[in-house]
């Protein structure tokens, strides 16, 4: 089945617009990130996640300044986002990720847990 653009855009205006969803946590879970994005994609949300792998930084050659300028960007899409999925694999919840939950607690995020958070 072909759609035509005017086909979608009438489909869509009788669609609620999709919440938006950041994804946080470890890049060394890149695994989680991929499994959560589909996961999350498929049951219709917008899901704003890393754009590097910096697990693989001695590849991409990052400097601090980078990783700094990710850090931002990071917290310029929970600033966009209804919501926060915390990828706390193993209950691992590194500093960068604290700040991230701590920023999105104070933003007034809903928070979700990939699994049960510690301590709650």
């Known amino acids: 089945m072909s759609l ?3 086909d979608l855009l009438a489909m869509k205006a009788m669609m609620p617009v999709p919440s938006t969803m950041c994804l946080v946590g470890s ?3 890149s695994q989680a990130y991929q499994e959560a994005n589909q996961r999350e994609t498929l049951a219709g949300r917008i899901v704003l996640t ?5 697990k693989s930084d001695a590849m991409l050659r990052l400097t601090t300044e ?3 300028r990710l850090d931002l960007l990071h917290l ?4 966009r986002a209804d919501e926060v999925l ?9 500093e ?7 920023y999105a607690r104070m933003l007034g995020k809903t928070l979700r847990w990939l699994e049960p958070e510690v301590g709650a």
């Open 50 to 54: 890393i754009g590097c792998d910096t």
């Open 76 to 79: 310029h899409k929970i600033d």
């Open 4 to 6: 035509t653009l005017a």
């Open 66 to 68: 980078d990783k700094i």
């Open 27 to 29: 890049t060394r879970f």
């Open 96 to 102: 960068s990720t604290r700040r991230e939950i701590e």
């Open 86 to 94: 915390v990828l706390n694999v193993g209950s691992y919840v590194g």
